[in-house]
């Protein structure tokens, strides 16, 4: 492995240019052999307006780095032994906790990875963006309250006056993300570290995020420290690049330098992993071929999702969110159909009807059975053969209990094996999963957001089952793991048989797992077929818009065309009464998603 030397600016750049110096950065963990090295002689300068982007595998350091920066890291089991952080001329290691809350969100702000664990569940959205603005400025109530409502349209949220009073677990993983994002910008901070920023967004809103982070630089010359395993969005973004792999640094160049002639083998593998639109053209489709869906493990038949909005002391009926509405489609056996779409358009409430969460209308089958007709011992039968891969596996997975009780337990509900068997299912797992053995005897938030997203593709592995929902699986994953897990589902394909409902907003990680897709907007499905007509020749503007947003993995690549949308989302909630006629929506009438044809 190539020594990579410390990234710092060149001979001649103006010292006052520097908004953010870290040098001989070590970061240790406690262990009972002694402190273990996290961080080894990191260093860096970031100068203003300038975006750093940090690269590297889960668990190679990468979020240590934000936190040791924002001085949050989990004392005193984790801690800074050596090295320094400046911020302008402020020294934050060491730097008292009641000094460091005055610049942490003012003067550096961060987007945390995981918005489900980062926001407070028992709090309204618009107290949190309020109370953070409200820490850092004098402002009364109403202006705060004019502030937030301000920073939440900023990043494309709908109806932003009626999200203020609602609840993270009341928004998709996509807009809880936005959440962070526009909390973090609100007080528009001099250094702004981005922790994979659009894992959770679909293509669209990815797009017009980084294109808000662009418009934050230029207007206030804001440094950003962009953290991400997506390297399209690195060629797009970065000035410079830092790749870390195991604490360490092993090459830093400047962005087009890096994708051009890459110096380490680890940053060669890292960039061949990555997944590119048009790769995928070329593997032959699996599944049953009978057009007559002879062979059909899945059918949905007008299936409908609608959740009541009640309002007033009693709780009357006021208006209802239409999440689904009126979907069809199949599934055939040893095949991948993925959904894709924008955040909130519906994929993970069909992935929840479908594996029997959410109550639903309309008709759902499998293996020939309806849902609805089952039994309570037909149902946990059932059960077996179908599984879900959650989005957020930090809210998947229970704290309380190791991995190995974790990815076991499925194996104890349902009798299968002795416990010896069991333990070595169990092993066997997370070896396919590229997780040690000894991760068994830890618990979930003792690994990184990848290794955890890992974990929980194993425990869906557990019971051999017929159909995977994998909602977001691989959004999670640094590109080479990524590349190994997609390489793992296609090979328990081939082996078994499973079919898998895909959902993902990764249009190039879509084109290479599928056989075949169907595009969602607002609860309903604007253009499905095979993965040659959807990628090769698109019906739907919307999809087409999808397909313009991708980022390429090349920064000399000229971007496509795709003009800044001007509306907002129409909005999924019908008042009671509303008529047949709001399906027009779908056709992209309101103007807000898709240009006109």
């Not at 350091?61 to 801690?79: D, E, F, H, N, Y």
């Not at 945390?112 to 109370?131: C, K, S």
């Not at 940053?267 to 997944?275: D, F, K, Y």
């Not at 898998?500 to 056989?515: G, K, P, R, T």
Request: hydrophobic share 45%; proline share 7%; charged share 25%.
């Amino acid at each position: 492995m190539t020594t990579a030397t410390a990234p710092l600016l060149p001979a001649g750049t103006d010292p006052a240019e520097v908004v953010l110096a870290v040098r001989g950065l070590q970061v240790a963990a406690r262990s009972d052999s002694g402190l273990m090295p996290l961080i080894e002689d990191l260093s860096f300068d970031l100068r203003r307006g300038e975006t750093l982007a940090i690269a590297g595998e889960s668990g190679s350091g990468k979020s240590i780095t934000a936190l040791a920066c924002m001085g949050l890291l989990p004392q005193p089991a984790v801690r800074v032994t050596g090295g320094t952080i400046r911020l302008g001329d402020t020294e934050l290691t060491g730097l008292p906790e009641a000094r460091m809350q005055r610049i942490r969100g003012a003067r550096i702000a961060m987007i945390f990875q995981e918005p489900m664990t980062a926001l407070n569940p028992v709090m309204t959205i618009g107290r949190q963006l309020t109370e953070a603005i409200r820490a850092h400025e004098p402002l009364g109530l109403a202006a705060a309250r004019t502030r937030t409502i301000e920073a939440i349209r900023a990043v494309r949220i709908s109806q932003p006056e009626r999200r203020l009073a609602q609840y993270p677990h009341e928004l998709s993983g996509g807009m809880r993300q936005r959440v962070m994002i526009a909390m973090a910008l609100a007080l528009r901070p001099d250094v702004l570290i981005a922790d994979e920023p659009t894992t959770a967004l679909d293509v669209t809103v990815q797009r017009e995020v980084l294109d808000l982070l662009r418009d934050l630089q230029r207007e206030l010359s804001t440094a950003v420290i962009l953290i991400t395993h997506d390297m399209g969005v690195v060629a797009e973004m970065a000035d410079r690049v830092i790749v870390m792999r195991r604490g360490r640094v092993v090459e830093t160049a400047p962005t087009a330098s890096l994708f051009a002639a890459p110096q380490d083998d680890y940053t060669r593998q890292l960039l061949a992993a990555v997944p590119r639109i048009g790769a995928g053209q070329a593997r032959p489709a699996q599944g049953s071929p009978l057009p007559d869906g002879g062979d059909t493990l899945v059918r949905m038949t007008d299936v409908s999702v609608r959740f009541p909005v009640r309002q007033g002391v009693f709780g009357r009926l006021h208006a209802r969110v239409h999440a689904v509405e009126k979907v069809s489609l199949d599934i055939r056996r040893g095949e991948t159909l993925a959904l894709v779409g924008e955040s909130g358009c519906g994929k993970s409430t069909i992935a929840r009807a479908l594996v029997g969460l959410v109550p639903h209308e309309g008709r759902i089958e499998v293996g020939g059975k309806a849902l609805a007709d089952l039994g309570r011992a037909a149902t946990k039968a059932l059960r077996r053969d179908l599984q879900i891969v959650f989005q957020d596996p930090m809210a998947a997975l229970d704290a309380r209990m190791t991995v190995g009780e974790l990815i076991r337990e499925p194996l104890v509900i349902h009798g299968i094996g002795t416990p010896d068997e069991q333990r070595a299912r169990v092993r066997d797992l997370l070896e396919r999963v590229d997780l040690p053995a000894l991760a068994a005897n830890r618990y979930p938030h003792q690994f990184s957001g990848g290794q955890r997203q890992r974990i929980c593709i194993a425990r869906a592995l557990a019971l051999k089952p017929r159909l995977i929902v994998c909602d977001e699986s691989v959004a999670a994953l640094d590109v080479s793991i990524q590349a190994r897990v997609l390489d793992l589902l296609r090979d328990l394909q081939a082996e078994t048989g499973v079919s898998y409902l895909f959902i993902s907003h990764d249009m190039a990680v879509v084109e290479n797992i599928s056989d075949r897709v169907a595009v969602m907007y607002l609860g309903q499905i604007v253009e499905m077929g095979s993965r040659a007509q959807v990628f090769g020749d698109p019906r739907h503007s919307y999809t087409r818009r999808l397909l313009a947003a991708v980022p390429v993995p090349d920064p000399q690549a000229p971007r496509r065309d795709m003009p800044r949308l001007t509306g907002e989302i129409p909005s999924p909630v019908w008042p009671i009464g509303a008529g047949p006629e709001r399906k027009v929506l779908v056709d992209m009438g309101a103007g807000h998603m898709v240009a006109p044809e």
